[in-house]
């Protein structure tokens, strides 16, 4: 398969690239000149890629050389992963790249006339401020989200829904919560469940402190989950649905894991496994708590996700790729805990 | 390709990125919302300026003219500041030049569309260069300005009010950020209150699209809404919202409906080799596009059309109807009391539903107030007396949300017709005389066709003679106009001389074919009559000898009290006496209290205020005594639109049934034999 990629050098792009080169596709890499030299770095030993000078916040996309076009013509499926993943972001960043990068690439994809399919990694987040049950087409283009992340991704993919496809098949992805690599535990920043590790980093040192404390305190909602996946989970799954499509013309699936956890659930395993020996215990629900969050390294955009208890359907998934199932968290928890400890050092 | 990048105020939740050609050219057309957030706007135009031919901006503030003054929001001028080289279209100039355009060719092809309208503006300074032209159509403008600036529920009703009170907050507007400020809830409990009542009772809505956004929409349900321009999502907004008719000053362009106002000036700017607009310019590219206004009529239930109507005792019979009064009936005090009563202020009656319009679907309530005087008291009393309760009632019934009110039977005789009330009431008024004189005409014409005695010459016109007992009345001189104009012979009768005359060189002017008479007593021609119409105010005096009157004549007899009684016209079963006037409204019609009417019948000057309602005409219609013949004709043609039916004829005694026609024939042509 010829696969164009954009978001190549990000956290998910630099293995996905490996996972997809594996099976032997060939992937034109859609990346900024200012980036170029690392990429080739980065891709240095996987012959199968080649690199395209593109810039998805121009209106065009791709810098057009010479041959590009025919290069593009032939491809077989576009990959969007690109697109600026920070809780904390400012506005102008996260318009900038998530709705207008995914605008033009969606004008990009539909100029390639003969395209088959075009894949768009958008976020559990979109539905993060529902309760309950969220279905895998579920989207409320007007809602409100609480940070501009998940509010510009909703935007995105309701440009995705939205734009006229013609023959060109649709598919869009919600991965959960990402964290790293489920057999080396590595990861490149931090984030999500990270904060929470790096405060448990911290309490170890103050054993005075935490000997002393009746339990850990946790806010947010009963219920609340947190859908994790780690990072070569999702690669792996990707290159499976990228490679098998399905005959819908639109089909959309939330890649999280079958293992439904709790927020308190997680919370208790990973003080075990970085040995702080605390219960876990919830306080009454109040938004009181959210402005102590910062003060513990935890970004106050943190505190929605533990107030949402949204269960996200696997439906889709189960139903055309029964095979695609996450390792549970208790087998890969303490490598998880173990990357995040050296990258703390 | 041409890219045109469009910076919306508007919910980024409506970004698209559209491709199509137009007029020979390829064009890119990218919306990017910004949802209020100004910041986000100039950093998209700082970003984008060098990638993109033309920037359209929508929503934002455009260049105010409050008064003399020229007000420039200062995000106005960083928004161009930011966009730098790259022109920039934000639709006023469009506006300007299309919106009043379309308004007027719109008001060529339903000239009613704003007369006597309550006008509501969501926010009129963003209209303010239209206002002049609302402002010749009707009286009725309200601005909601304040409350959607500042959330103060008061409104104002001129455009003077509106530029000085706004002129005075501009400022102050200047300084608070966009943003957050108009982007809140505005259906809060201050918007609910009867301060605001005024506001959420106005047919016809002007609101500018962006105003869409941020504002509760639940005041349009079925109403009419005149908005700028039309795209995709607006107008889904307005559907949602339940707008019973949305009128757009602006083409529609079913290829590709993203196109709004700015993007359409946006397009015309990418043309310019020198990116300047100049009105000349623009004007011939409008031209080119052969815009017309686009109407879309809804299939949401209208709001219901409310009218009043005055009705009074016909008799001192009807008046000792009502339940307190019963038993004084018979005392001798009877007379007393109807003096009384005739000094005592009109009150409402009862309601009228479920009149519904065969045309349009519209719905139409009535509402029926009483003045308790019996004719006798009503022409004896000062008409300033009677004009001081009838514009009580008048208050009344604007109070309780009706659009137009009727004057019934002798109400309407009293004084100069109507026309003080008019000049008085706050509501138009109708005596519905078009209606009422109409329908004698169809009765007369119903009865005459059933009779089948009068031969038509080729060219349709009765071969007889038709006389006009009362011909300068109101209602006499339109049935002299219609009679001229088909019969060959017609007499006019009326009781001063130098009127008679003056009619009869009017009617010659207008119809040199048939012959007219004119004369003071009708005893000497009624004997050759085919069709005698009697409309006179003559309080029951005898006008004219039935005795004397040609057997198988007809006889329309209009006015109230009769001008023939009962025992007259009992000596010639030959002769067919209608009484006319009633007829019958569209739908299940339903009546709170009795009229003292069969069936479902009703006064024709009642049909004729429910079908001005229908028609949404709300205006003076018939007023003083000089009837309009074209109205009566305008008003023959609505009222068979809308389904108002002659309602089987009336004769003195009640309904006459076609075997009672047909037996009259009879005794008429074994009279002729003798």
New interface residues.
Partial sequence: MNILLTGSTGFIGKRLVKSLAANGHKIGLLIRSGSLSRAKKIFQNVPQVHFIEADI???DVVVRVAGTEAVLQDTDAVIHLAGTYNLSIP??EA??HN??GT??M??FA?RLTKLPCFHYISTYAVNSHCQGHVGEDQLD??SKLADHYAQTKL?AE??VR??NWGNTRVRIYRPGVIVGDSNTGEMDKIDGPYFFFRLFNQMRQWKSVTRKMPFFPIVGRQGAQVPLLPVNVLADWLTTLVEHPTHHTVRSYHLVSQEQLLVENFLRESLKAYDVPLMVRRMPETRLFNPVLPFLGIPREVAPYLYSTASFSREHLDEDFPQLKAPLLNDYLPTLVQGAREMFK | MKEIIKIAYGPSSENYDAHFSFQNEDYRLKRLGVDANVELALHLLKTYRHECDVFAVAGFPPILRIGRETIIHPVYQQLRVAAGRTPVADGTQLRKTSFLWALKSLLKREPHLLSQKKIGFFCGIFQADFLHFFEEHTQHLVFADLYFSLGIPKLMHSSRQLAKSMGRLTPALMKVSLGKKFTKDYDSLIFRTPLMREFHRCDVYIIHKSQLDYVKLWPLEGKTVIVDSLDRFTKEKLLAAGAGRIISCFPEFPAHPEIGCAALEALFLSHQPDHVLDDETLLQEVRALDAQPTIIETATKKKTAQFAFVIHPLTQKQLFQVPGIKNFQKLPLARGIEKLMGKVPGFYYCKMNGIKSEFNGQEVEGELYVIPATPKQLLRQDPESIYRRIHQLCLLAHHRGTSIIGLGAYTKIVGDAGVTIANRSPIPVTTGNSLSAAATLWAASYGLERMDLVKKAPDGRYQGTAMVIGATGSIGKVCVRHLCQHWEKVILVAPRPYKVLDLVDEMRAHCPNTEIIGTTHPDKYSPDCDLIITSTSAQGEKVMDIAQVKAGAVICDVSRPFDLNLDEVATRPDVLVIASGEVELPGQVKIGKTLNLEGGAVYACLAETALLAMEGRFENYSLSRDLDYDKVIEIDQLARKHGIRLSAIMGHTGEITDPEIALCREHALRARLN
Wanted: proline share 0%; charged share 10%.
């Fill in positions: 916040s121009r209106n506005l102008e318009y900038t709705v207008i605008q033009n969606v004008w539909q283009a007007s935007q309701s440009i939205q734009a």
